[in-house]
């Protein structure tokens, strides 16, 4: 098992915004966006463990512009960090009217996925190496998010969350 890049992980899905795709005001409906998004995330997954994976864990989806009707969408995956069986994968959505040449942010979020064994137990993954400012940041935040997810999922008591505490309070 080898290591692996943040950039060999990326995934870049465009989908175009069709009528069955929209909601009575002319957007993008938020089910269908969050259906693509899981989708480029599983693949980024995959192309990093190299074996099938499940979702996990879905963080908050805050939508900041609606993606219209006849709109392109613009889908970035990539890995975060690795534990040991389970990725994080951070997504950004970007919206384009090819119209008029105008691309804007829609929306960003993380999700988690494990890796499965052929028996679909879950399986070690291979680590992740980040390279630059932003890759490491991400990176270095991953653990504080994973720690917060932990105790909403009720896996976690919050006076376990060190990386977490940390950032509360002073020692």
Known sequence: MQDKKVKESLVVMTELVLPNDTNTFGN???????YWMDIAAALAAMKHCGSPVVTASVDNISFES????????HIEASLTRVFNTSMEVHLVVHGEDA????KYKS?????TFVSLDPNGK????NQLIPENEDEKKLYDGALRRRQLRLILGGKMKPQDAVEL??????D
């Open 165 to 170: 505490k940390a950032l509360f309070m002073k």
């Open 28 to 34: 993008l409906m938020g089910g269908r966006l969050m």
């Open 66 to 73: 609606p993606i219209k009707l006849g709109n392109v969408v």
């Open 122 to 125: 879950p399986r070690k993954v």
């Open 107 to 111: 929306n960003e979020a993380y999700y």
């Open 99 to 102: 119209l008029h040449q105008y």
